[in-house]
């Protein structure tokens, strides 16, 4: 056995563990819990400072993670995705891919499987799960298809393109960028791409065929939020059942279910909505329902139903099986997402309803054990993955979606698009190609992407500064801090020390799937980018002890610490996910599970093959 390290290095170690365990606590924000664990670090150090043979580390090193070139990188790319994302650069696609899935599911799922693992090499996944799902939820509406056999194999399938390449993820930039730090060589853009290739397409066949074959069936939280609610009035005539009776019995008659906005008696007379007060013929019942249970009240209650004019409050006839109105309101579901203005906020600290002119009417707990619905939402913490019912016109919902500030769920196709979203296309190509081609850094190209979307107005600075998320910068940065304790105390040192001697007498294979099966395990629990930066410092400690190449060892902390299939709470997306397929934990173990297993083995096999080692 090793042995132990000095005091500074336990201290650190003993921080991670922590670090670790806060990462897990639902309950605290992740942001709250990384400045937390930067505040300890920076406050032991700055207490007792750590000198050992001329290289000490003091309080202020730790403040380096916010001026990293990993942190530049991987903000500008957030705002150069978010570009993509408001000016609908990426709508044609999504609209050809739904109308596909009218004619022939089963290629369609393939097709979308295919589309959103190859974007997400490039683009951050949320926002390609953010532009597909209301296009997914749409189709299965419209179908008749579950839409819990498309939203899980779409998500699991954008993480496992996101390993592709060195931009795909944040974790893969980290781990790139904390190697080179280290003195390793740099990773190119497209350095790793063949193995996840080989091994992500057999990752890509059992999402299109086996995932959906072993999902249950879920329903939506919500239901389906297509129909469209109306405005109308109940004429009470002399043979209603109204006619004579209270508010209360009328009610009763409908078993509690209709919602009287007011009631007209004559020309400018409103009546209180006592229970006690009787109706009688003339009377009209203002009442705000969607078509099918309109009809059922005027046949419940023997009233006329009829339509209702918001300009000079004049009424029609309301046909059977016509429209009762053009400007009727609908109902959508809004998803919190990170980022949002709405994630760890109330509806009545954003003044939701005056802002988007939508009413709340019901949310969606994601995490809860039973999804609870509730109708008070004003002074309710509202967290990511959790789903709001709201109503209004159309137009108002189509400004929501539109903003792009928050995801829409409205059982449309319409997607956000501009005549910038060409502009926008192009200015990702470039930075594409100057990074692939080594013409540029991709810190600077990356840079160089968000100075022209504003240029262009693909973005203005209000989105710009929305697209970056406070959690991803803390917890980068403390990872970060973590990461260069752990290397400066000779803690990583110490913990490489400890997994050769456990291995001891196991081929360098083994130790390298052992090490990858380590991180799979930590990122479902904890954040993949903390288990990412803890691993690398590791990693290569191992790969130095042992005497072997360091980059294989290198992508088997990235490509673990990128296997967040088997929870809800292992990444971002999966919980939007949860929450818009109606799905429960249980169906990401059964799904996930297998899909880790496959990944994991096949970068067993295929890294030792390529680094021969």
Same mark, same amino acid.
């Given at each position: 056995?090793?042995?132990?390290?000095?005091?500074?290095?336990?201290?650190?170690?003993?921080?991670?563990?922590?670090?670790?365990?806060?990462?897990?606590?639902?309950?605290?924000?992740?942001?709250?819990?990384?400045?937390?664990?930067?505040?300890?670090?920076?406050?032991?150090?700055?207490?007792?400072?750590?000198?050992?043979?001329?290289?000490?580390?003091?309080?202020?090193?730790?403040f380096?993670?916010?001026?990293h070139?990993?942190?530049?990188?991987?903000?500008?790319?957030?705002?150069?995705?978010?570009g993509?994302?408001?000016?609908?650069?990426?709508?044609?696609?999504? +609209?050809?891919? $739904?109308?596909?899935?009218?004619? /022939? @599911?089963?290629?369609?799922?393939?097709? &979308? #499987?295919? *589309?959103? =693992? !190859?974007?997400?090499?490039?683009?951050?996944?949320?926002?390609?799960?953010?532009?597909?799902?209301?296009?997914?939820?749409?189709?299965?509406?419209?179908?008749?298809?579950?839409?819990?056999?498309?939203?899980?194999?779409?998500?699991?399938?954008t993480?496992?393109?996101?390993?592709?390449?060195?931009?795909?993820?944040?974790t893969?930039?980290?781990? +790139?960028?904390? $190697?080179?730090?280290?003195?390793? /060589? @740099?990773?190119?853009?497209?350095?790793? &791409? #063949?193995? *996840?290739? =080989? !091994?992500?397409?057999?990752?890509i066949?059992?999402?299109?065929?086996?995932?959906?074959?072993?999902?249950?069936?879920r329903?939506?939280?919500?239901?389906?939020?297509?129909?469209?609610?109306?405005?109308?009035?109940?004429?009470?005539?002399?043979?209603?059942?109204?006619?004579?009776?209270?508010?209360?019995?009328?009610?009763?008659?409908?078993?509690?279910?209709?919602?009287?906005?007011?009631?007209?008696?004559?020309?400018?007379?409103?009546l209180?909505?006592?229970?006690? *007060?009787?109706?009688?013929?003339?009377?009209?019942?203002?009442?705000?329902?969607?078509?099918?249970?309109?009809?059922?009240?005027e046949?419940?209650?023997?009233?006329?139903?009829?339509?209702?004019?918001?300009?000079?409050?004049?009424?029609?006839?309301?046909?059977?099986?016509?429209?009762?109105?053009?400007?009727?309101?609908?109902?959508?579901?809004?998803?919190?997402?990170?980022?949002s203005?709405?994630?760890?906020?109330?509806?009545?600290?954003?003044?939701?309803?005056?802002?988007?002119?939508?009413t709340?009417?019901?949310?969606?707990?994601?995490?809860?054990?039973?999804?609870?619905?509730?109708?008070?939402?004003?002074?309710?913490?509202?967290?990511?993955?959790?789903?709001?019912?709201?109503?209004?016109?159309?137009?108002?919902?189509?400004?929501?979606?539109?903003?792009?500030?928050?995801?829409?769920?409205?059982?449309?196709?319409?997607?956000?698009?501009?005549?910038?979203?060409?502009?926008?296309?192009?200015?990702?190509?470039?930075?594409?190609?100057f990074?692939?081609?080594?013409l540029?850094?991709?810190?600077?190209?990356?840079?160089?992407?968000?100075?022209?979307?504003?240029?262009?107005?693909?973005?203005?600075?209000?989105?710009?500064?929305?697209?970056?998320?406070?959690?991803?910068?803390?917890?980068?940065?403390?990872?970060?801090?973590?990461?260069?304790?752990?290397?400066?105390?000779?803690?990583?040192?110490?913990?490489?020390?400890?997994?050769?001697?456990?291995?001891?007498?196991?081929?360098?294979?083994v130790?390298?799937?052992?090490?990858?099966?380590?991180?799979?395990?930590?990122?479902?629990?904890?954040?993949?980018?903390?288990?990412?930066?803890?691993?690398?410092p590791?990693?290569?400690?191992?790969?130095?002890?042992?005497?072997?190449?360091?980059?294989?060892?290198?992508?088997?902390?990235?490509?673990g610490a990128?296997?967040?299939?088997?929870?809800?709470?292992?990444?971002?997306?999966?919980?939007?996910?949860?929450?818009?397929?109606?799905?429960?934990?249980?169906?990401?173990?059964?799904?996930?599970?297998?899909?880790?297993?496959?990944?994991?083995?096949?970068?067993?096999?295929?890294?030792?093959?390529?680094?021969?080692?």
């Amino acid at each position: 056995m090793p042995d132990l390290p000095n005091i500074h290095a336990l201290i650190v170690l003993a921080l991670t563990v922590f670090t670790l365990f806060l990462f897990t606590r639902d309950s605290i924000p992740l942001e709250t819990s990384s400045l937390l664990i930067l505040i300890l670090l920076v406050v032991i150090f700055q207490l007792f400072p750590y000198e050992l043979d001329g290289a000490g580390l003091k309080a202020t090193d730790f403040f380096a993670g916010f001026g990293h070139e990993a942190l530049i990188t991987i903000a500008a790319l957030m705002i150069v995705g978010k570009g993509l994302e408001t000016t609908g650069a990426l709508q044609p696609l999504a +609209v050809k891919m $739904a109308l596909a899935w009218v004619k /022939r @599911p089963k290629a369609a799922l393939l097709v &979308t #499987l295919l *589309v959103s =693992a !190859v974007l997400s090499a490039f683009l951050n996944n949320t926002p390609i799960v953010v532009m597909l799902m209301p296009m997914l939820v749409g189709v299965a509406m419209r179908t008749g298809v579950p839409v819990s056999g498309m939203l899980m194999p779409m998500g699991l399938a954008t993480l496992i393109g996101g390993m592709g390449t060195t931009i795909g993820t944040s974790t893969n930039l980290l781990v +790139v960028s904390i $190697a080179a730090d280290l003195g390793q /060589r @740099p990773i190119g853009l497209f350095d790793f &791409t #063949l193995p *996840v290739l =080989a !091994v992500g397409s057999v990752g890509i066949f059992y999402l299109w065929v086996i995932a959906p074959m072993i999902l249950p069936e879920r329903k939506p939280p919500m239901g389906d939020t297509s129909p469209r609610v109306f405005d109308a009035y109940l004429h009470v005539t002399e043979e209603s059942f109204a006619n004579g009776k209270t508010l209360a019995e009328v009610r009763g008659r409908t078993n509690n279910r209709i919602r009287i906005e007011r009631i007209q008696r004559g020309e400018g007379l409103f009546l209180a909505k006592l229970p006690s *007060v009787r109706l009688q013929e003339g009377d009209r019942l203002l009442v705000r329902d969607t078509r099918e249970r309109l009809k059922e009240f005027e046949h419940a209650l023997g009233v006329a139903l009829h339509n209702v004019s918001d300009t000079d409050g004049a009424t029609t006839p309301a046909a059977e099986g016509l429209p009762l109105d053009v400007d009727a309101q609908q109902m959508a579901e809004v998803v919190v997402t990170r980022g949002s203005m709405l994630h760890q906020r109330t509806l009545k600290e954003v003044r939701f309803t005056s802002r988007y002119k939508l009413t709340p009417l019901a949310v969606h707990r994601a995490r809860s054990s039973s999804g609870e619905r509730t109708g008070d939402l004003s002074e309710s913490p509202l967290r990511a993955g959790d789903v709001i019912l709201v109503q209004g016109f159309r137009e108002h919902i189509r400004d929501l979606k539109n903003s792009g500030q928050m995801l829409v769920l409205d059982g449309t196709m319409d997607l956000p698009h501009t005549h910038r979203a060409s502009r926008a296309i192009a200015i990702m190509t470039v930075v594409i190609a100057f990074a692939a081609l080594n013409l540029l850094p991709i810190s600077v190209a990356a840079l160089g992407g968000v100075g022209m979307m504003l240029a262009t107005r693909c973005l203005n600075w209000r989105d710009a500064l929305g697209a970056l998320s406070a959690p991803v910068v803390l917890i980068i940065v403390t990872s970060l801090a973590l990461g260069l304790a752990m290397l400066r105390t000779g803690a990583a040192d110490y913990l490489a020390q400890l997994f050769v001697v456990g291995a001891s007498g196991l081929s360098v294979p083994v130790m390298l799937s052992m090490l990858m099966l380590v991180m799979a395990i930590m990122t479902n629990v904890v954040s993949n980018n903390a288990a990412a930066v803890i691993g690398t410092p590791i990693a290569i400690s191992i790969a130095q002890q042992l005497g072997v190449p360091t980059e294989p060892f290198v992508l088997a902390v990235l490509f673990g610490a990128n296997m967040s299939y088997a929870t809800p709470i292992g990444y971002q997306t999966n919980l939007l996910i949860l929450s818009a397929g109606g799905y429960r934990f249980s169906d990401f173990v059964r799904v996930g599970l297998p899909l880790t297993l496959i990944m994991w083995l096949g970068f067993s096999i295929v890294l030792p093959l390529i680094y021969d080692i």
